[in-house]
Each structure stands twice: as C-alpha cells, then as structure tokens.
C-alpha cells in the first residue's frame, strides 16, 4: 500500500513533537565573532527570568526600528531583485520560552514585520539550529502562525557538530547563491546575526541568555 505524503507528514510530526518542549533550555554561549547592530532593550535582571509583558515590549522596540527601514528597503527594490528577510525560529518568531503549546505562537511583533514583507513580495527564510527531525513540526508551526516558509534550514546531522554561527552564515552564503538579495536579518543571539550576508541586522533581547 503507498503511503500519501501528508500521512508520512503527520506521521514523522507526531513522532517528533515531544521534542519540541527541549528547545526551551538555554542557548548555546555566544560566539564572540562579530557584533550584530541593535536597539536598546529594557535591562533584566539575571538573577531571575523576564516576565512574558516586559519581552514582548522589547521586541516591540526593535521591530519599530525594523520596520520603516524595511519599508523603504523594499520600496527601492531594483528591477527583478529578489529580496528576502532571514529569521532565526526559537524566541525570534516563535514564542518558545513562553508558549507551552504545540503549534507554539507566534512572536507578534515579529510576525507582523514578516506580514508587511511577505505581503510585499518579499521571501522568508528561516534558519535554526533545531535538529532536522523537527523539520515537519517547525515548518508546520510556521505556516499555521502566519508565516509564508520560502525556506526553512535545520541542521543536518553532520551540522550538528558545527560551530552554531558558521552553520547560520554558510545558510545566508546559500540563500544569496540562489539569487537573493538579503535585506534583512533577525535574531535573538549573536550566532543569529555574525558572519555578515545580510544588509542590516536586528537583534531582538534575549536577556544575556535567559532566553534560547
């Protein structure tokens, strides 16, 4: 009997699902290549961790920021550019460390940039370090949240081993081989942003680590 691909879908989804609740537990350290540009944020204290209001407020700030920069990026566009906005997943467009559910909501400051851009031809890539046993969840979450997936990179098994903000750039170096011009880049973590390949970076808070 020939298994339908969504059922294979659902299949390796469900399989893979549980595994989601160990993306809460903190980053990696940050590599100390490279600075990321980025807007002040509301300090925390790292003794205890930042409440969901005071988060949702800083990433609010720098999406602010984000946003009529985008507008014009966009606006100014060459003839047949294809542009497009990488994304880190986990606290960056989803709310990892604060949504206890399967599909995990979507960060709403964030989600309504990456609206204006896809609605504005503007394809959107995501890069994470999520293992590619998540691939299905993840892409799935994605696009129930809101998301139009151009691109979803996880890593490989042999990515694994890779040093986290290597395997992000070399991901970018991939997307503009194909022919895109990335305006954007936007993460949570400084392995999110070094390496370079995109025309500006948002670093969104992630309070010295408290939030992976």
């Known amino acids: 009997?020939?298994?339908?691909?969504?059922?294979r879908r659902i299949s390796v989804t469900a399989v893979s699902v549980a595994a989601l609740a160990a993306l809460a537990a903190p980053a990696q350290a940050e590599t100390a290549n490279g600075t990321a540009a980025t807007a002040?944020?509301?300090a925390a204290s790292t003794s205890s961790?930042?409440?969901y209001a005071t988060w949702q407020k800083d990433c609010q700030a720098v999406m602010d920021q984000a946003l009529p920069y985008l507008k014009n990026r966009i606006a100014a566009a060459g003839p047949g550019e294809k542009q497009a906005i990488v994304f880190?997943?986990?606290?960056?467009?989803?709310?990892?460390?604060?949504?206890f559910s399967y599909?995990?909501?979507?960060?709403?400051?964030?989600?309504?940039?990456?609206?204006?851009?896809?609605?504005h031809g503007v394809s959107l890539f995501f890069v994470t370090a999520r293992p590619g046993i998540l691939y299905w969840p993840t892409e799935y979450n994605l696009e129930h949240d809101g998301y139009e997936v151009s691109g979803l990179h996880v890593r490989g098994l042999f990515d694994l081993f890779k040093d986290v903000a290597a395997y992000k750039t070399a991901q970018r170096v991939g997307i503009e081989n194909d022919g895109y011009t990335i305006?954007?880049?936007?993460g949570n973590s400084a392995t999110d942003l070094s390496g370079g390949h995109a025309e500006k970076t948002y670093k969104l808070p992630d309070?010295?680590?408290?939030?992976?």
């Open 1 to 7: 009997m020939t298994t339908r691909p969504w059922a």
């Open 40 to 42: 002040a944020t509301t």
């Open 49 to 51: 961790k930042v409440d």
């Open 88 to 99: 880190d997943i986990d606290n960056t467009t989803l709310e990892t460390d604060f949504g």
């Open 103 to 119: 599909p995990q909501p979507a960060n709403k400051p964030v989600l309504d940039v990456a609206r204006y851009a896809q609605d």
């Open 183 to 186: 305006i954007a880049n936007i």
């Open 207 to 212: 309070y010295n680590g408290q939030l992976s």
